[in-house]
């Protein structure tokens, strides 16, 4: 069954209808706009995952380090050595771009390694301490390609839906009611020239 | 002439040092894939008994670890054990080494303020200290910690809080503890025979640590001051004039400086680089290659003793390395090199 044999004719529908469909195509345009700006983000961040090969290889040649360190002190000791710094402060507070919540990683206190009082701990500290601040960036920019691509994903569905179903049939129903309406003045004119022509006949 | 208990004491230590693990059984354990392999290996050795306590399942290298420090302490215990007098006096003060890195642990902890439990210390035993740790583990603060050590002999260590308060670094701490420790082993070592050979061993640790503690505060560009200031002012075959030029020159000049007197450590530290990583390897392998020295050519005296004592000490650490570095995946080439 199609929209049109649900629709009520008057003309309040038809003006009722002609607001929803320049209410929707504003929807639509807004819509287009928040997916480009998605997807205008999304490259922006991608671009900055690009870093993880160099800072997994960095990743890899700090853990040579502690693994050195672990068998120097064992774990216990290694353990002891690291209760003497401070602990990395970050805080995460939500940012909304175009209306998708994103995390935002603040890193509020850096750790302090100088504590650390063995030679070997404090040189895979110093070399983590380092990769610290761009492992907490890549998470942050990870998390946001994550959210930002599902945003992006119902933001195309809903843009598609708008263009091929919605628009479509509103303007299929605009222009059944604008018909019938022109069909039911037509008859009106019609029937009020018979009854002027009864009238007429009856009065000579 | 020595006294039949001190040659009682040192024949029971040749005994004992039949149990101690020789270099070719850690090449093979550096060669083993797992840590099953590791452990079927240590079944036969004094290991056994606590090792076949730990289920199978249960095997990593976080419990073996334990094991080897319990080890360690009950082997210093049992040669302290069999000493009298004055000897059992300085065996015991000597073996106060795993109380004062007990107390270290503790001070690194209170210096953030994180949890530290008595899993977390070397395993020793009630008997074995006069230094109530559970009572340090419960402490709030450092303040509390060092407060706690009054009637030990640690008391002094308060001397040293407004340094560790200035620095905001424990070691400034750590190091008076290994001042204490060092000092009160030289008293205990006063009238005792051998005293040469004790000496030599006793002392070339003091300036190795001594070393340890330079190159560490040189490598962070801590000011001559404070290295002054946190060093043991005892001295070996460093003289007081090597100590003021390694502290006042560049890390690179200590080549140089030790040249003659401390090249086996200058030679291997400077030889590939990455010195900070290696410092400690390098340090401790010329530590026990003085003891394996001991240990053949002192063979009939005092310092015998004590170079078992150090050897278990690398016995311990080597197992603690190769468990670790099995665990962790590391290769063959890389743990041999960290053998000590």
Not at chain 1, 47 to 75: C, H, S
Not at chain 2, 135 to 160: F, M, W
Request: hydrophobic share 40%; glycine share 4%; aromatic share 6%.
């Amino acid at each position: 069954m199609s929209i049109s044999g649900r629709a009520a004719v008057t003309r309040g529908v038809l003006l009722r209808l002609r607001e929803q469909l320049e209410f929707t195509k504003k929807g639509q345009e807004l819509l287009k706009m928040k997916r480009d700006h998605l997807a205008a983000e999304t490259n922006r961040l991608l671009a900055k995952v690009t870093m993880r090969k160099d800072l997994d290889q960095k990743i890899m040649e700090a853990y040579k380090y502690l693994k050195d360190a672990y068998l120097n002190l064992g774990y216990s000791g290694l353990l002891s050595q690291a209760s003497t710094v401070d602990r990395m402060g970050v805080k995460v507070r939500p940012r909304s771009i175009m209306g998708v919540i994103v995390p935002e990683v603040i890193v509020e206190r850096e750790p302090e390694i100088k504590p650390i009082s063995s030679p070997s701990a404090y040189r895979a500290a110093e070399k983590l301490r380092g990769l610290m601040k761009e492992l907490v960036e890549l998470a942050e920019t990870e998390s946001r390609i994550e959210i930002i691509a599902y945003e992006l994903m119902m933001t195309n569905r809903k843009v598609n839906a708008l263009e091929r179903i919605l628009i479509p049939n509103l303007l299929e129903l605009i222009r059944y009611v604008e018909g019938r309406l022109e069909e039911e003045s037509l008859e009106e004119f019609f029937r009020a020239k018979r009854v002027k022509q009864v009238i007429g006949r009856e009065k000579t | 002439m020595k006294k039949p208990e001190t040659i009682y004491l040192i024949t029971r230590t040749h005994g004992r040092k039949t149990h101690l693990l020789n270099p070719e059984d850690f090449n093979v354990m550096a060669r083993s894939r797992s840590l099953t392999e590791i452990v079927t290996q240590l079944l036969r050795s004094d290991y056994a008994v606590e090792i076949s306590k730990l289920p199978s399942r249960e095997v990593d290298s976080t419990r073996l670890e334990t094991i080897f420090l319990k080890t360690l302490v009950d082997r210093y215990f049992t040669v302290i054990k069999d000493a009298r007098g004055k000897i059992q006096e300085f065996l015991r003060a000597y073996a106060a080494r795993v109380e004062v890195e007990n107390l270290k642990r503790i001070l690194r902890a209170k210096h953030t303020g994180e949890p530290i439990e008595s899993q977390n210390l070397i395993p020793l035993g009630r008997e074995h200290t006069i230094i109530n740790f559970p009572a340090l583990l419960k402490a709030g603060d450092i303040d509390e910690t060092v407060s706690l050590l009054k009637e030990t002999p640690y008391a002094t260590l308060t001397s040293r809080l407004d340094v560790y308060k200035r620095l905001g670094q424990p070691i400034a701490l750590e190091s008076y503890l290994d001042r204490i420790y060092f000092e009160r082993v030289l008293d205990r070592m006063k009238g005792l025979v051998d005293g040469d050979s004790l000496r030599w061993l006793v002392c070339q640790e003091i300036d190795l640590r001594n070393l340890l503690l330079i190159f560490t505060l040189k490598l962070r560009e801590a000011t001559p001051r404070i290295i002054k200031d946190m060093h043991i002012p005892t001295y070996y075959r460093l003289r007081s004039g090597v100590v003021r030029r390694l502290i006042h020159g560049k890390f690179e000049d200590a080549r140089e400086i030790l040249a003659g007197i401390y090249s086996e450590v200058a030679d291997e530290l400077f030889k590939k680089g990455e010195e900070e990583s290696r410092v400690e390897t390098v340090i401790s392998k010329v530590l026990y290659k003085y003891a394996t020295f001991a240990l053949t050519n002192f063979f009939m005296e005092l310092s015998y003793v004590v170079a078992y004592m150090l050897l278990c000490e690398r016995e311990a650490k080597n197992l603690v390395a190769i468990t670790t570095a099995v665990d962790l995946g590391m290769p063959e080439d890389v743990l041999r090199s960290r053998i000590l």
